[in-house]
């Protein structure tokens, strides 16, 4: 569906408010849990949008929008109850940064490097500075001018 490639901030205030009907209406959700489920539906948007645009930054936007998702993913978890220490935390985050860096890094390519003038550009070059006109000397203040020239 082209809509959620086209429009991703619309299909996130569509979702958004479709989960707002639903626990006004139906599901039994503090609004801490639906503030987590949002959370994790906009991060899932972001990488949807990194992917689709990954040809413009050589797949920079991807790492970051699944390092987001992630930490959504784990304040959900937070939210519904999951138990994580700060440790297992911090290890699940360095554990989804090295994997986008390594999937990243395989869809990549580096940048050019600059180009650099040869080496024989400088075998040619004039060794001697062409001449610059000098300024007339001056006279110090007190002194007589010198005589024109």
């Not at 209406?25 to 906009?42: D, K």
């Not at 700060?86 to 580096?110: K, N």
Request: no cysteine.
């Amino acid at each position: 569906m082209k809509f959620f490639v086209r429009e991703p901030a619309l299909a996130l205030g569509l979702l958004s408010a479709g989960l707002q009907m639903l626990t006004a209406l139906f599901l039994p959700l503090t609004t801490e849990q639906v503030a987590a489920v949002n959370s994790i539906a906009a991060a899932g948007l972001g990488v949807w949008t990194a992917f689709a645009t990954r040809d413009l930054d050589g797949g920079r936007s991807v790492k970051a929008a699944v390092l987001g998702f992630a930490q959504a993913a784990v304040t959900l978890g937070l939210v519904f109850g999951v138990s994580l220490t700060e440790q297992q935390t911090a290890s699940i985050m360095a554990f989804v940064a090295l994997l986008g860096a390594v999937l990243v890094r395989q869809q990549s390519t580096p940048a050019t490097a600059p180009a650099t003038a040869p080496a024989t550009a400088s075998a040619t070059a004039p060794t001697t500075a062409p001449a610059t006109p000098t300024a007339p000397p001056q006279a110090a203040p007190g002194s007589a001018a010198p005589p024109p020239a």
